[in-house]
Structure formats: C-alpha cells, structure tokens
C-alpha cells in the first residue's frame, strides 16, 4: 500500500514512511528507487536530497576519506543536488556548504563552478 502510494499518488507521508522502513532494513535498491520516483515524478525537493545522499554514500571510499567518482555518476550525483538546493532544501544547502568547506573534490570544483550554485559556497 506505501508502495503504491508513491509510486502511483507521490505521497510524502508513504514515501517518509517507505524510506524509513527501507533504511531501517538496509535495502538500498529500494530505498533509492523510491526516492527516484519521488524525486523525478514528484518534483519531491526530500527525495532529491535524498537520491544524492545515497549516492553519495555509494562511492564514498571511507578508508581513503574521499570520493571516488567517474564522470557519468558525478553529473548524475551533482543534478541531484542542485535540483534540491534550487529548489530551497535546507539540507541539501548545509551539506553543499559542508561539502565544499571540507573536500576538495571533483564535485566541489563542479559546484564552484555552477552559476546558480556558486552563491551558496562561502
């Protein structure tokens, strides 16, 4: 029935609902998934963010501290992103400045880059 409700009505409540029980029970493919078609379909600023955090957790190589990325994903990880600062989230403005304040990476110098994104980067 959550399921459907996202998939079908692009409903907030199901899809918190949904990714809570899909992060709670470690199932990435779903997670993301869902969080696609919300982001994607729904236009859902939340499912942006969290479409960029999951990738962003993929290729994440913790015992280097940093990002490894090749350029399709980095586009696809930077879309996200600026689709959810753009359109206001909060989080995804804190985890820019973070970002940029702490990496110097490819999708640092991308966000530098970016017109509409630059501004936020102190």
């Not at 753009?86 to 970016?114: C, M, P, Q, R, W």
């Amino acid at each position: 029935m959550l399921k459907q409700n996202v998939l079908l009505k692009g409903d907030i409540k199901s899809y918190n609902k949904l990714y809570n029980y899909y992060e709670y029970e470690n199932n990435l493919d779903e997670l993301l998934t869902s969080s696609i078609i919300m982001a994607n379909k729904y236009n859902d600023s939340n499912a942006q963010f969290q479409v960029f955090t999951i990738m962003m957790n993929a290729f994440y190589d913790s015992e280097n501290d940093r990002y490894i990325w090749d350029k399709e994903s980095l586009d696809i990880v930077f879309s996200y992103l600026k689709k959810a600062v753009l359109a206001g989230n909060a989080n995804a403005v804190t985890n820019l400045k973070f970002h940029t304040s702490n990496y110097n990476d490819e999708l640092t110098v991308t966000i530098k880059k970016d017109a509409k994104l630059s501004k936020y980067v102190e």
